[in-house]
C-alpha cells in the first residue's frame, strides 16, 4: 500500500502513522530495513483482557461491545476508502492510552481494485471460512478475535 495512503489514515481507531524511513542495504543483508513510527499504544487485545480480568476483577460484557464497537468503526472507515486490511487478529487490535482499540499493522491491507473476491488473507487461524469473499470475511476474523481474547 502506498505510503501517502498510509499516512492519510486518520481515524479514531486506526493506529496513527507518523512516519516512515528506510536505512540503505548493507553488502550483508537481503533489502532495506524499514522503520515506522506510530503511536504508542499501551498492548494489545490479549494484554487488554488479561489485565482487566486481573485488575477490575472482570472483562465485562459492556466492555467487551466498547472493544467490538472500536474494531468495527476502525474497519468501516478503512473500507469506505476501499483498504481491506487482510490480517484482523487479537496481535493487530492495540490499547490507546484513552481506553479505546486500535487497528494495527497494514502491512497486507490491499486497496481495492475492482472485484475482491480472490485476495487473500493473512493469518489463517483468523481467516473464515468466507475469507476470499473481500471486507465482509473481516466480520469473521472480528468474531474470532473476541473469542480467542475471552
Known amino acids: 500500500m502506498p505510503r501517502a495512503t498510509l499516512k492519510a489514515l486518520r481515524h479514531r481507531n486506526i493506529v496513527r502513522l507518523f512516519g516512515m524511513a528506510t536505512e ?9 530495513k524499514l522503520y515506522i513510527v506510530t503511536e504508542l499504544c499501551c498492548g494489545n487485545l490479549i494484554d487488554l483482557v488479561k489485565l482487566e480480568n486481573t485488575v477490575t476483577a472482570r472483562y465485562t460484557p ?5 472493544v467490538v464497537s472500536d474494531v468495527m468503526a476502525g474497519l468501516c472507515h ?3 476508502l476501499g483498504i ?17 482499540v486500535r487497528i494495527c499493522d497494514l ?3 490491499s486497496v481495492a481494485k475492482g472485484s475482491l473476491k480472490f485476495i487473500k488473507p493473512g493469518t489463517a487461524a483468523y481467516s473464515p471460512p468466507e475469507a476470499f469473499s473481500g471486507p465482509r470475511s473481516e466480520v469473521g476474523a472480528i468474531a474470532e478475535s473476541s473469542y480467542d481474547a475471552t
Open 24 to 32: 540503505p542495504a548493507h553488502e550483508e543483508s537481503f533489502g532495506k
Open 62 to 66: 459492556c466492555r467487551f461491545a466498547e
Open 78 to 80: 478503512l473500507h469506505k
Open 84 to 100: 481491506v486490511h487482510l490480517d484482523l487478529k487479537p496481535a493487530n487490535l492495540l490499547l490507546a492510552a484513552d481506553g479505546s
Open 107 to 109: 502491512g497486507l491491507a
